[in-house]
């Protein structure tokens, strides 16, 4: 079996995508490199990679797993990290443009891992991602 990740595209449009993603875990194993904003597929995607930025999180963790939020290339950029029994959050980095896209050679999507993702392990987070 695998863990189920369900993601939700909210919106999409020329400016943002809002997605909202939900972690089960089964078990099997940690989620590695699980693309959360997929700049290949999204019609609106800026020309430049680098013209992302991530300008708001809410998230939630239930047990004892972290989330670790990255901005996928050749060379990750790690963004934030939901730290184990994070109760309901909400963080906005709007206020000063962002955490920009700043991976090398970036591939333009955000991606996850988890640490510590067992059996009946959930989470729920929520991403706004700014186009610049």
């Not at 992302?52 to 004892?64: A, I, K, P, Q």
């Not at 790690?78 to 309901?88: D, F, G, L, S």
């Not at 955000?110 to 510590?116: Q, R």
Request: net charge negative; charged share 15%; with cysteine.
């Amino acid at each position: 079996m695998a863990n189920t990740v369900t993601t939700t595209k909210i919106i999409e449009t020329t400016k943002y995508s809002i997605i909202h993603v939900y972690i089960t875990g089964d078990g099997s194993g940690e989620e590695t490199g699980t693309v959360i904003y997929d700049y290949s597929a999204d019609v609106y995607a800026p020309t430049a990679k680098t013209q992302l930025s991530l300008v708001r999180f809410w998230g939630s963790v239930d047990s004892t797993i972290s989330i670790d939020l990255v901005w996928d290339g050749a060379t990750d950029f790690n963004v934030w990290c939901v730290p184990q029994y994070t109760p309901a959050r909400d963080v906005d980095f709007s206020f000063f443009g962002g955490i920009k896209n700043l991976a090398t050679t970036p591939t333009g999507d955000l991606v996850f891992n988890t640490i510590g993702l067992g059996a009946s392990d959930h989470a729920s987070i929520v991403v706004v991602i700014r186009k610049v």
